[in-house]
């Protein structure tokens, strides 16, 4: 089972990104889908996730900013990420689980490699 994260790249303040996660090895039917994140010498942080059924969960940071979405048919999960900020800067990584707590790390089986996202000032 793998999730291919791509998308990532330099950006300037203010900018967008959109950041995809290519599930393969198997179906996520039923799965929540989500992104956290990692700075330099900062803990990971959740930013987002999407239920199979399309509930939708926000760290409040990336409110009216960050967007998720998903392609069951694709098996893949999207980020827009609009007016970006520096504080934005870090790796990214998709995850895939069926936990019914969304936040936390230990709530997701799967994880993907990562993508660096960089938004300079």
């Known amino acids: 089972v793998q999730l291919q994260a791509s998308g990532g790249g330099l950006v300037q303040v203010g900018g967008s990104l959109r950041l995809s996660c290519a599930a393969s090895g198997r179906t996520f039917s039923g799965y929540r889908l989500g992104w956290f994140r990692q700075a330099p010498g900062k803990e990971r942080e959740f930013v987002a996730a999407?239920?199979?059924?399309?509930?939708?969960y926000y760290v409040d940071s990336v409110k009216g900013r960050f967007t998720i979405s998903r392609d069951n048919a694709k098996n893949t999960v999207y980020l827009q990420m609009n007016s970006l900020k520096p504080e934005d800067t870090a790796v990214y990584y998709c995850?895939?689980?069926?936990?019914?707590?969304?936040?936390?790390?230990?709530?997701?089986?799967?994880w993907g490699q990562g993508t660096q996202v960089t938004v300079s000032s």
């Open positions: 999407i239920s199979w059924t399309g509930r939708i």
């Open positions: 995850v895939a689980g069926r936990s019914n707590v969304a936040g936390t790390p230990d709530s997701y089986d799967y």
